[in-house]
């Protein structure tokens, strides 16, 4: 049976930095003193530097934040607004991805596109888009990865081995394209603001075959904590896609890695493995992977550099993480990625860096 390589990665982000002004939109909201302290300091601890979005700034930001009118004091736009924008937006940032890809002549040897978004829903849609933009077989398979939250990035490498595995030939393109910024709301909930500390837009195209160079995609296994399901939830409501990110996320999160440490790694120790994948979803997060698994504080850093450069970017942020690592670990190495989301789940994948 083959063995599938994910080859390479590209990664994109919108031109606006907007860390700096949602935070102080997010700070407006609380009439609360105290809970305006509390938030600023949150803003401290969070260790996020850079966040960007395709929204473009309006001229008046005490009428309107954007342009669109997405964000208008007082009346936020309904979710058909904010698809209307994303409708618009998606495909042009998942192309730039693609296209940073380099894929030249190869695009259209393309067999299978997997698309992963949840902050976007439509029909026609990016895959459609994708292949038309980019110039890939009118018959090329598409499968859209919708809705799955921050974890889906592993789902879609999943599914890429096993097409790889059952089609040796296969060369699959995998675009992760999240707008989270589409998703503000008006709202004087403290812990729905600081669900705004953390999210942010960016896109990721990568390209999984089975040709040995990358890393080898060794295998996959998902933990699921039931019994925390609603700290993570992602609706769809009237005035936009509704967020809970519980503060409870972290204690659950390092609970469950410690009791299932040995499924996740195999059996193997945490010391073996030297490339950690593990998705930002936010600095505590970060913290409590590396308490459950007892990591050297060093470990992290790739995924603690792309949440200081670009927040939490949903299912793309794993493929910024493991893109700072391919370019940086020796063949050889064993590693370990996983993320987070609804269910609470964690989605894992061990895998090799090779030559």
């Not at 296969?170 to 709301?185: M, P, W």
């Not at 990721?204 to 990358?214: K, Q």
Request: net charge negative.
């Amino acid at each position: 049976m083959a063995t599938a390589y994910l080859n390479r990665i590209a990664t994109v982000v919108p031109a606006l930095d907007v860390h700096h002004l949602f935070l102080d939109l997010a700070h407006s909201m609380l009439d609360d003193p105290r809970l305006r302290a509390l938030f600023k300091r949150m803003g401290q601890k969070s260790q996020i530097d850079h966040r960007y979005s395709c929204l473009e700034l309006g001229p008046d930001p005490t009428e309107a934040l954007d342009t669109s009118g997405l964000y208008r004091h007082g009346a936020y736009g309904s979710t058909a607004e904010r698809m209307a924008v994303y409708e618009r937006e998606a495909p042009i940032l998942a192309e730039r991805a693609v296209t940073a890809l380099e894929l030249g002549t190869d695009a259209k040897h393309i067999t299978h596109v997997l698309i992963t978004t949840c902050t976007g829903l439509s029909a026609p849609g990016l895959d459609l888009e994708l292949q038309q933009r980019c110039g890939l077989d009118p018959s090329v398979e598409r499968t859209v990865i919708g809705f799955m939250g921050c974890y889906a990035g592993i789902n879609a490498l999943k599914m890429a081995r096993h097409i790889v595995r059952s089609e040796p030939e296969a060369r699959v393109l995998i675009a992760n394209v999240e707008l989270c910024t589409l998703h503000l709301k008006e709202t004087k909930s403290l812990e729905q603001v600081l669900s705004f500390l953390v999210f942010a837009d960016g896109a990721a195209a990568s390209l999984v075959t089975a040709e040995p160079h990358g890393i080898s995609l060794d295998r996959f296994k998902a933990v699921v904590f039931p019994e925390d399901a609603d700290l993570i939830t992602w609706k769809i409501r009237n005035d936009g896609f509704d967020m809970i990110l519980s503060g409870g996320v972290p204690a659950s999160l390092r609970g469950g890695l410690e009791r299932t440490s040995d499924i996740v790694l195999a059996g193997m120790a945490p010391s073996d493995i030297g490339s950690w994948a593990v998705h930002p979803g936010g600095r505590s997060v970060l913290d409590a992977v590396e308490q459950a698994l007892a990591l050297e504080p060093t470990a992290l850093e790739a995924s603690r550099s792309v949440l200081r450069d670009f927040g939490n970017m949903s299912s793309a942020t794993v493929m910024f993480v493991l893109q700072r690592l391919m370019q940086s670990q020796a063949s050889g190495t064993r590693g370990c990625a996983m993320a987070f989301g609804p269910g609470l789940t964690a989605e894992t994948m061990l895998y090799t860096h090779v030559g």
